[in-house]
T-cell receptor, first 111, second 119 residues
Framework: GDSVTQMEGPVTLSEEAFLTINCTYT??????LFWYVQYPGEGLQLLLK???ADDKGSNKGFEATYRKETTSFHLEKGSVQVSDSAVYFC??????????WGAGTKLIIKP | GAVVSQHPSRVICKSGTSVKIECRSL??????MFWYRQFPKKSLMLMAT?????????EQGVEKDKFLINHASLTLSTLTVTSAHPEDSSFYIC???????????????FGDGTRLSIL
């Protein structure tokens, strides 16, 4: 069945460091891919999405490119801030509205 | 952007109490709403999917009589945890999705969650 695999956390970085959180997926067809972010004590917010191969989603300095050849959707940011500390979830949808979630990756940014 | 309001944000109550959690879509019609449960340091577990005007579809292992879901309008769904016990303590999150149009790239919009603590 469909699945999403994320790198295990926590990921700890210093402020202004480069961030990569890996996400790979297994799915038939052409799913849509999402990154959601959950700040402490809050619900989830959509961070970015991509709906077809080679699409790049971007928001708040974060980017992710839909790579069909490697079935990946890695999240990147060039210079992280303390306020980026949160849990990041990768997810896919195959158009039947249900999301398949990764386990989440906790990101800790130290000043 | 689309906003989902979830209320209350935190509930502390005694064992045996029933607790109702509301989920409202504020600026769009949510034909479908989802209820999730999140355990500490874990991903989201989908509990049920509710469609406006019809019965909710529960995931395997989720007790229908324990977690009552009502989706009476296009902007409101409620989750009632009946006769709650300490093992029901968790973080519950709702999300809503506008199912009209091309649903393949419609994101789910999440509420801020409800922290339920049963003493």
């Amino acid at each position: 069945g469909d699945s999403v695999t994320q790198m295990e956390g926590p990921v700890t970085l210093s402020e202004e460091a480069f961030l990569t959180i890996n996400c790979t997926y297994t799915a038939t067809g052409y799913p849509s891919l999402f990154w959601y972010v959950q700040y402490p004590g809050e619900g989830l917010q959509l961070l970015l999405k991509a709906t077809k191969a080679d699409d790049k989603g971007s928001n708040k300095g974060f980017e992710a490119t839909y790579r069909k050849e490697t079935t990946s959707f890695h999240l990147e940011k060039g210079s992280v801030q303390v306020s980026d500390s949160a849990v990041y979830f990768c997810a896919l949808s195959r158009g039947n509205y249900q999301l398949i979630w990764g386990a989440g990756t906790k990101l800790i940014i130290k000043p | 952007g689309a906003v989902v309001s979830q209320h209350p944000s935190r509930v502390i109550c005694k064992s045996g109490t029933s607790v109702k959690i509301e989920c409202r879509s504020l600026d769009f019609q949510a034909t479908t709403m989802f209820w999730y449960r999140q355990f500490p340091k874990k991903s989201l577990m989908l509990m049920a999917t509710s469609n406006e005007g019809s019965k909710a579809t529960y995931e395997q292992g989720v007790e229908k009589d324990k977690f009552l879901i009502n989706h009476a309008s296009l902007t409101l769904s409620t989750l009632t945890v009946t006769s709650a016990h300490p093992e029901d303590s968790s973080f519950y999150i709702c999300s809503a999705q506008d199912m009209t149009g091309d649903i393949s790239n419609q994101p789910q919009h999440f509420g801020d969650g409800t922290r339920l603590s049963i003493l």
